[in-house]
């Protein structure tokens, strides 16, 4: 009997689990794209306030501010 050798070019035929990893690659990938998404949202928000914090903190450095019990007799 004869045991036939196969070509390394050629590409075995798979089995029913094949569905399933592409399904779980697909989830995966789907995970890494919305923790991206998530981790660029908190840094913008972060950004966001430190820009503006430094924007406010100007805007009250430059005002007289005195506390009301300051100013009654």
């Given at each position: 009997?004869r ?6 070019s ?19 990938s ?44």
């Open positions: 009997m045991h036939e050798t196969r070509d390394p050629e590409r075995i035929a798979s089995t029913d689990d094949a569905p399933t990893r592409r399904h779980k690659r697909y989830w995966h789907l995970d890494h794209v919305i923790t991206g998404l998530w981790v660029a949202l908190l840094l913008s928000i972060i950004a966001y306030a430190l820009i503006e914090g430094e924007a406010v903190m100007a805007e009250l450095d430059g005002l007289d501010l005195v506390a009301a019990h300051a100013t009654s007799p």
